[in-house]
């Protein structure tokens, strides 16, 4: 295969990882502040989105602005419509070797987001959107799966997927461990708002009702910590996303030798790390191991392109 193909077909289920998680936590973060504590004010919620987006807004900038930029603006590379752009066209160069209803549902995708009113964003259709985007994300995936051949072009897809999957649990993890923090600063009575925000990460990351019949108890934050980053049987864990990064460059890269600074080598040797981690090693500090397992993540993609997909 060629590097350029490989290197579509992994950007495009990146973006499509990115747009989903996107959409989920957007939703989840707006729309629960309804039936909010008092605690949880607007300025915190769009905060934490604009935080976990990583786009930037003048600060006391309108609601409207802040959910227009981080949706539907065409002129940020870090907007939902822009993930969703950038999948296309990364589908595009590779449409030879995908299948015709992939290619579809993608372009159909990419249509119903750049053409979505930004008048009737919040006005009208918010929620609609939101929903709409993680609804047509698993169709997608639901083609990469049934309509394409298990072998290396789905392979450098599922690869991408998985790794975007685990940097965007880092980040929705980060983003609300840091209103957890802001919580107990200003108000350190606080535990039924902890709880609260601890459930919208858990519920951001579809992990809230498995959480609870895994643990047979309400959440907390010690338990969505060690669910989200040990739990191996859970899709959305980090230690699992890396499970399928080692199993997907193995189909890319089957039987060959692996040597120190290999993109296999380096997965191997995170997911023994989170293996063999516990919550008692973490609980203490988590924001100190998200940010060097990110770093593991950052310095992954790196190698992967330096091995793979550089041409």
């Given at each position: 295969?060629?590097?350029?193909?490989?290197?579509?077909?992994?950007?495009?289920?990146?973006?499509?990882?990115?747009?989903?998680?996107?959409?989920?936590?957007?939703?989840?973060?707006?729309?629960?502040?309804?039936?909010?504590?008092?605690?949880?004010?607007?300025?915190?919620?769009?905060?934490?989105?604009?935080?976990?987006?990583?786009?930037?807004?003048p600060e006391q900038a309108p609601e409207e602005e802040v959910l227009y930029r981080i949706c539907l603006e065409k002129e940020n590379a870090l907007s939902l419509c822009s993930s969703v752009s950038f999948a296309r066209t990364n589908a595009r160069g590779a449409r030879d070797m995908?299948?015709?209803?992939?290619?579809?549902?993608?372009?159909?995708?990419?249509?119903?987001?750049?053409?979505?009113?930004?008048?009737?964003?919040?006005?009208?259709?918010?929620?609609?959107?939101?929903?709409?985007?993680?609804?047509?994300?698993?169709?997608?995936?639901?083609?990469?799966?049934?309509?394409?051949?298990?072998?290396?072009?789905?392979?450098?897809?599922?690869?991408?997927?998985?790794?975007?999957?685990?940097?965007?649990?880092?980040?929705?993890?980060?983003?609300?461990?840091?209103?957890?923090?802001?919580?107990?600063?200003?108000?350190?009575?606080?535990?039924?708002?902890?709880?609260?925000?601890?459930?919208?990460?858990?519920?951001?990351?579809?992990?809230?009702?498995?959480?609870?019949?895994?643990?047979?108890?309400?959440?907390?934050?010690?338990?969505?910590?060690?669910?989200?980053?040990?739990?191996?049987?859970?899709?959305?864990?980090?230690?699992?996303?890396?499970?399928?990064?080692?199993?997907?460059?193995?189909?890319?890269?089957?039987?060959?030798?692996?040597?120190?600074?290999?993109?296999?080598?380096?997965?191997?040797?995170?997911?023994?790390?989170?293996?063999?981690?516990?919550?008692?090693?973490?609980?203490?500090?988590?924001?100190?191991?998200?940010?060097?397992?990110?770093?593991?993540?950052?310095?992954?993609?790196?190698?992967?392109?330096?091995?793979?997909?550089?041409?």
């Amino acid at each position: 295969m060629l590097a350029r193909v490989a290197d579509n077909l992994y950007w495009m289920g990146r973006y499509l990882e990115r747009s989903e998680h996107l959409a989920r936590f957007v939703k989840i973060q707006y729309f629960s502040a309804l039936d909010a504590p008092y605690s949880h004010k607007e300025e915190m919620v769009l905060r934490s989105l604009l935080a976990m987006s990583a786009i930037e807004a003048p600060e006391q900038a309108p609601e409207e602005e802040v959910l227009y930029r981080i949706c539907l603006e065409k002129e940020n590379a870090l907007s939902l419509c822009s993930s969703v752009s950038f999948a296309r066209t990364n589908a595009r160069g590779a449409r030879d070797m995908i299948s015709a209803e992939l290619w579809e549902n993608i372009n159909k995708f990419y249509h119903y987001v750049t053409s979505f009113p930004a008048e009737g964003l919040k006005s009208r259709g918010m929620y609609e959107f939101l929903q709409q985007v993680i609804m047509q994300t698993s169709i997608i995936k639901g083609s990469i799966e049934n309509t394409l051949l298990h072998d290396e072009v789905w392979a450098f897809i599922k690869f991408g997927v998985s790794l975007e999957r685990a940097f965007q649990v880092i980040r929705i993890t980060q983003t609300k461990l840091e209103d957890v923090a802001r919580i107990e600063h200003s108000a350190p009575n606080s535990e039924p708002v902890e709880n609260y925000q601890i459930s919208t990460l858990l519920a951001a990351t579809e992990g809230f009702d498995m959480s609870r019949r895994y643990y047979k108890a309400p959440p907390s934050r010690r338990n969505a910590l060690e669910f989200l980053s040990f739990n191996t049987e859970f899709p959305r864990s980090i230690t699992n996303c890396v499970l399928h990064m080692q199993e997907h460059i193995q189909r890319i890269n089957p039987g060959k030798q692996t040597g120190k600074g290999s993109v296999e080598f380096m997965i191997g040797k995170l997911l023994s790390h989170l293996q063999y981690l516990t919550i008692e090693e973490i609980e203490a500090d988590p924001s100190a191991f998200l940010d060097e397992t990110q770093e593991t993540l950052y310095r992954i993609g790196e190698q992967m392109n330096a091995n793979y997909l550089k041409y």
